[in-house]
């Protein structure tokens, strides 16, 4: 079971809790962006720096305009290591006006990660045990759609009590890396809907990421900013020329490789991986 972490002033602590456990959140999303992120090799700047500096990208994070951004790209281009990225950076605010930010890292083969509500239930729960007066919000909410949390209505309950949450918080980030690998169906077409929907008059700002597939881009094409990898390819060209620089020199340390065999090392690894990605997989 997910800890729950509010203040032991609150009065409301232990009914909160027994809110949160009903809501049946399985997994912390923070640990499992932590789990991917050393499953894939940790993140070098010099990887995704460029999408900092990115103008739609700061236009999303920075303006008034653009309060949905869509991340699109073909397998291999690092849309996940990106998303974590903007995850850890988002959170770097100032002391005297920190944000926000909750984050869900979907993955097709893990059953509690790869449904519409298992990515609700995650976000929910993400908001409340970072700050106690959005967990009071979700409490009082829960109270009255708490026999719906798990029927057939199940998705849009934990969609509007998600909302009424970033109604507490204006200008909180949210951010759902992978949406083609949650099950496709009625339930990932309805959420996108949902959330292009709502994301115009939405507080909160909304980053997605995921592959060009034709359901997704129909909900999202004309009600958000798009972000192409596809149209910066230099940019993934250098990330992927970075992390194979990184891993050449770890292997020539670690191992006392000659000039002339770290060499030979960094040639063989351009040629077994693709050098239009950066997600690292092998080339067929």
Not at 191 to 198: Q, S, V
Request: proline fraction near 4%; glycine fraction near 6%.
């Amino acid at each position: 079971m997910l800890i729950f972490g509010i203040g032991s002033d609150n009065i409301h602590d232990e009914a909160i809790r027994k809110s949160l456990s009903g809501l049946q959140a399985t997994t912390d999303p923070e640990d499992d962006m932590e789990r991917i992120e050393v499953s894939k090799d940790r993140l070098l700047r010099d990887c995704y720096e460029w999408i900092l500096h990115d103008q739609v990208l700061q236009e999303w994070r920075d303006g008034n305009t653009s309060p949905l951004l869509w991340i699109k790209g073909d397998p291999g281009k690092g849309k996940t290591m990106l998303m974590i990225a903007l995850a850890r950076e988002l959170v770097k605010s100032p002391p005297q006006n920190p944000r926000n930010v909750a984050f869900f890292f979907c993955q097709n083969p893990d059953p509690r990660l790869n449904t519409a509500a298992s990515i609700l239930r995650g976000l929910i729960w993400m908001l409340a045990v970072k700050d106690a007066r959005l967990a009071k919000i979700f409490h009082t909410t829960y109270q009255s759609k708490s026999n719906q949390l798990n029927g057939p209505n199940a998705m849009y309950a934990l969609f509007l009590t998600l909302l009424a949450m970033l109604e507490g918080c204006p200008g909180a980030f949210i951010l759902i890396d992978a949406l083609d690998e949650c099950r496709s169906g009625p339930e990932r077409e309805q959420l996108l809907n949902l959330i292009a929907k709502h994301a115009k008059s939405s507080k909160a700002k909304w980053l997605l990421s995921s592959r060009n597939y034709p359901d997704i881009r129909q909900q999202l094409e004309q009600e958000s900013r798009t972000l192409s990898l596809e149209l910066n390819e230099e940019h993934i060209s250098k990330a992927v020329h970075a992390f194979i620089k990184q891993k050449t020199n770890e292997l020539a340390k670690n191992n006392g490789y000659s000039l002339e065999l770290k060499e030979k090392v960094d040639r063989q690894i351009k040629l077994h991986f693709s050098l239009g990605s950066f997600g690292f997989q092998e080339a067929s």
